[in-house]
């Protein structure tokens, strides 16, 4: 699908938002591609000017520091799985559609949009998958929640525990649920990359399709109306 749109992001998480300008679009676009190809960890500013042939200040002029580049990805992120979710709902009524709908798209969101160049979703969708915790699970968690710098995730979450209420009412937990679901098709996809034993697939190239059925399989146990 490819759709052309623009991805707001928290203004707290840029010093000039980087979509509006050549260079910007440049530093997002490689930032992801270093990212992805080796880590966060290894990950500098200064390896990043090397790549788009430019300096250090030049990056700072755009973003406080690499955590903070970081978060804007993450944020990038959950808009666009905000919006391939509303998307691809809009006509669905029944929410037991909606919620398989809802983690297709979670574990898709990685199919390429030519209308943003410069966001590889399939690199950035690696990213949210290897380097996850990374974004929230930090000193500074508090204070940068407090700033809304993961409102687009609470909406996300919001969104799909709505869905969760609409399918089964006295489900007690749709909130938790949501946010499980979500981080469970990071982690899953991640553990049959990397620690396959930790899941039972083992075929190579079926990790998203298979993750998926695991999704269906327990949304469906756990939302199931028992009669009493």
């Known amino acids: 699908m490819s759709v052309a749109i623009k991805i707001s992001v928290n203004e707290g998480l840029y010093l000039k938002e980087p979509q509006n300008s050549t260079l910007g679009k440049k530093i997002l676009k490689l930032s992801i591609i270093l990212i992805d190809k080796n880590g966060f960890e290894d990950f500098t500013f200064k390896k990043l000017a090397e790549e788009i042939h430019s300096t250090e200040a030049s990056i700072y002029r755009y973003f406080k520091n690499k955590h903070i580049l970081l978060l804007y990805l993450f944020n990038w992120y959950w808009e666009w799985v905000n919006y391939l979710i509303i998307f691809n709902t809009k006509n669905v ?5 909606k919620l398989k709908i809802i983690l297709h798209s979670f574990l898709h969101a990685q199919k390429e ?4 160049e410069f966001i590889n979703e399939s690199a950035l969708h690696n990213i949210v998958i290897s380097e996850g915790g990374k974004a929230y699970h930090t000193k ?3 204070d940068e929640n407090s700033k809304g710098f993961f409102s687009s995730y609470i909406s996300l979450v919001n969104y799909v525990s709505k869905i969760i209420k609409e399918i089964n009412p006295t489900f007690k937990y749709p909130n938790a649920l949501a946010s499980n679901l979500f981080e469970m098709s990071n982690n899953q996809v991640y553990f049959a990359r990397h620690i396959p034993s930790l899941n039972e697939i083992s075929k190579k190239g ?5 993750v998926e059925k695991i999704l ?3 949304t469906e146990i756990l939302l199931e109306k028992r009669q009493k």
């Open 93 to 97: 009524s029944a929410p037991s559609i």
């Open 113 to 116: 949009n030519p209308s943003t």
């Open 140 to 142: 500074m968690v508090d």
């Open 206 to 210: 079926e990790d998203v399709s298979e």
């Open 216 to 218: 269906n399989y327990f």
